[in-house]
Each structure stands twice: as C-alpha cells, then as structure tokens.
C-alpha cells in the first residue's frame, strides 16, 4: 500500500537561512509519528510545510499522490490535511458551536445540521458538550484547545498535524489534551505530531523522528528509540531531558 504521506528532498529557506535541509519521510495511513528535537531545529516549519503555509524552495509533498508543491488548491487540501497550533486561533466573537462548523459549512458546503450533530458528538467525545455556547474567552486553555481539535476533526481529515500543542499550556491542562490526542491514536488517526511531552511520545507514538538543524538523524520505532538511541546527537538530547 502506497504511503499517505510522502516527503522527498524537502528544502525551505528563510532568506539565505537553510531551515529544512532534504527531509525524506514516508507515512503510512493510520501511523502516529512523535517529531522531536531541540527547539530552532525546523520542527514547526515542517508541519507548516506539509499545510501548505510556508512555501518550499525545493522537493515534493505527495500527499494521496497528489504533489501538493504544485497545486493551487489548498483551501481544499487544508481539510483533508488538519493542523492545531500552540495558539487555539478560535474567534473570540463566536461561540465554540459556530467556530466548529465555519469551515465545514462554509468551506466544504455541507449541511449545517448534519455538521452539527458531528459536532456535538465530537464534543461529547472531549468531554465539553456542556460548553457549545461559549465563547472562547469562557474557556480555559485547555479547553480551548480541545476546541480546536474539534474543530479540525469536523472537516473530517485524512491526517492530523499537531505542533507543539501543550506549550502554552499549565501542566494541570495538558493531560486533558493529551488524553484527546491519544484516543484519536486508539482509532487509527495518522498523525505527526511535533512535542517535547517525552513520555506521551513513547506512549502514544508508533514512530519517532528525531530532527536536528533541519535535517532528521534518526528514525525508530518509539520504544527502541527512548531505549536505545543510535546516533550520539539523540542521545545527548535524551540525558539533557532526563537530568
């Protein structure tokens, strides 16, 4: 079976600044990858690359054997392809109800009552359907951010791009996110999902990519990975998290 995802020779610059450097990557539909590395390493790019909301300078982006480096259509791409961000970037003047179906409705055309019944079985999913009236600012951090889950799974995605997700949060609110993220992983979601959350990326991870200066040095499955990490870079990365 040919791979969902499929990144070849994936460079980016900032101005003369090399950020992503020949990434090679294949990912099988259903896959959960953890991407790490040290903060500045091009992490976040790459996801943003993927998403079509950072323009590549060389290589190709096969998503469903389409090479998204040459099409014009990413409006539609963005909703098979999901992204939540660190920032939730829900608008502050609608209610979690109507920031779940605006793109869905609006975007895609599909029915309102039929995106709201999704909505609010996503919802009860996360444990918020008591919290569709709300308006952002009534939400804590965490609950935010399973709002904007929500809000991506409701375009109903083929793959799901999570960066760095947690970060903003306390760390009274990161379980409940993280508790979402694994579930979807339960029920074969691809993801890539970029953390510094150690131990969620040895649980929840099939795979764990392992990025340093924009290039990826090592590739394992999770266990093997936080086990027995085989290049020297990874490993000083490991012991700097585990002093």
Same mark, same amino acid.
């Given at each position: %079976?040919?791979?969902?995802?499929?990144?070849?020779?994936?460079?980016?610059?900032?101005? #003369?600044?090399?950020?992503?450097?020949? /990434?090679?990557?294949?990912?099988?539909?259903?896959?959960?990858?953890?991407?790490?590395?040290?903060?500045?390493?091009?992490?976040?790019?790459? $996801?943003?690359?993927?998403?079509?909301?950072?323009?590549?300078? #060389?290589?190709?982006?096969?998503? !469903?054997?389409?090479?998204?480096?040459?099409?014009?259509?990413?409006?539609?791409?963005?909703?098979?392809?999901?992204?939540?961000?660190?920032?939730?970037?829900?608008?502050?003047?609608?209610?979690?109800?109507?920031?779940?179906?605006?793109?869905?409705?609006?975007?895609?055309?599909?029915?309102?009552? *039929?995106?709201?019944?999704?909505?609010?079985?996503?919802? !009860?999913?996360?444990?918020?359907?008591?919290?569709?009236?709300?308006?952002?600012?009534?939400?804590?951090?965490?609950?935010?951010?399973? /709002?904007?889950?929500?809000?991506? $799974?409701?375009?109903?995605?083929?793959?799901? $791009?999570? #960066? *760095?997700?947690?970060?903003?949060?306390?760390?009274? %609110?990161?379980? !409940?996110?993280?508790?979402? /993220?694994?579930?979807?992983?339960?029920?074969? %979601?691809? %993801?890539?999902?970029?953390?510094? !959350?150690?131990?969620?990326?040895?649980?929840?991870?099939?795979?764990? =990519?392992?990025? #340093?200066?924009?290039?990826?040095? *090592?590739?394992?499955?999770?266990?093997?990975?936080?086990?027995?990490?085989?290049?020297?870079?990874?490993?000083?990365?490991?012991? =700097?998290?585990?002093?």
């Amino acid at each position: %079976m040919a791979p969902i995802l499929e990144i070849k020779g994936l460079v980016k610059k900032f101005g #003369d600044r090399v950020v992503l450097n020949g /990434i090679d990557l294949q990912v099988e539909q259903g896959k959960v990858i953890a991407i790490l590395g040290p903060s500045g390493c091009g992490k976040s790019t790459f $996801l943003r690359c993927i998403n079509g909301l950072e323009e590549v300078q #060389d290589g190709q982006i096969i998503f !469903e054997g389409e090479d998204l480096t040459k099409t014009s259509k990413w409006r539609e791409v963005r909703q098979k392809i999901g992204m939540v961000f660190q920032s939730y970037d829900l608008f502050p003047n609608m209610t979690v109800m109507e920031n779940i179906l605006l793109s869905p409705v609006k975007v895609q055309k599909r029915k309102r009552e *039929e995106v709201e019944l999704q909505a609010k079985e996503l919802l !009860e999913r996360v444990g918020l359907a008591d919290r569709a009236n709300a308006y952002p600012r009534e939400l804590s951090g965490g609950q935010k951010q399973r /709002i904007a889950i929500v809000r991506a $799974l409701c375009t109903n995605p083929k793959i799901m $791009l999570f #960066d *760095e997700v947690t970060a903003s949060l306390d760390p009274e %609110m990161v379980r !409940e996110v993280l508790e979402v /993220i694994a579930q979807l992983a339960k029920q074969g %979601m691809t %993801m890539l999902i970029v953390t510094h !959350e150690m131990n969620f990326a040895e649980l929840v991870a099939d795979e764990v =990519i392992f990025m #340093d200066k924009g290039k990826i040095h *090592e590739r394992a499955p999770a266990k093997e990975f936080f086990a027995n990490p085989q290049t020297e870079r990874a490993k000083q990365f490991i012991n =700097i998290l585990n002093f």
